[in-house]
């Protein structure tokens, strides 16, 4: 069982950054590839990043490419998720996603390819 906790959600201006986290616990993220997705409000879950176990391979999704950024530290079970250049198109519930996996490069853009969930962080955007 992976139980998994995100922080860093606020409120930002339009422009600013944020970095998210996603600690493991008590599981350590070996074996283990992470996803981050957020959800507005009327509107599907949408992949936004992942990583895989092995840390050599990510993916992003389309709208946030080369303004976010996924990354690991397995001293600390946490995989981050910097966003720079927020616009009005980011505000959402974040959440990050597991996979136990023994594919150590593979990452993974669906939502249904994980099998755990955090609870979700907040992330608004003001002008």
């Known amino acids: 069982q992976v139980r998994l906790v995100e922080s860093g959600g606020g409120l930002v201006k339009i422009g600013g950054s944020l970095r998210l986290s996603c600690t493991a616990s008590?599981?350590?993220?070996?074996?283990?590839?992470v996803g981050w997705f957020r959800q507005a409000p009327g509107k599907e879950r949408a992949f936004i990043a992942a990583?895989?176990?092995?840390?050599?391979?990510?993916s992003y999704g389309v709208s946030v490419k080369g303004r976010f950024a996924i990354s690991g530290d397995a001293a600390n079970n946490t995989v981050y998720l910097r966003m720079d250049d927020l616009n009005i198109d980011d505000p959402a519930v974040y959440y990050c996603?597991?996979?136990?996996?023994?594919?150590?490069?593979?990452?993974?853009?669906?939502?249904?390819?994980?099998?755990?969930w955090g609870q979700g962080t907040q992330v608004a955007v003001s002008t």
């Open positions: 996603a597991a996979k136990e996996t023994d594919n150590s490069d593979d990452v993974y853009s669906r939502s249904r390819a994980y099998n755990y």
């Open positions: 008590p599981h350590t993220f070996s074996k283990i590839a």
């Open positions: 990583i895989s176990w092995s840390g050599r391979r990510n």
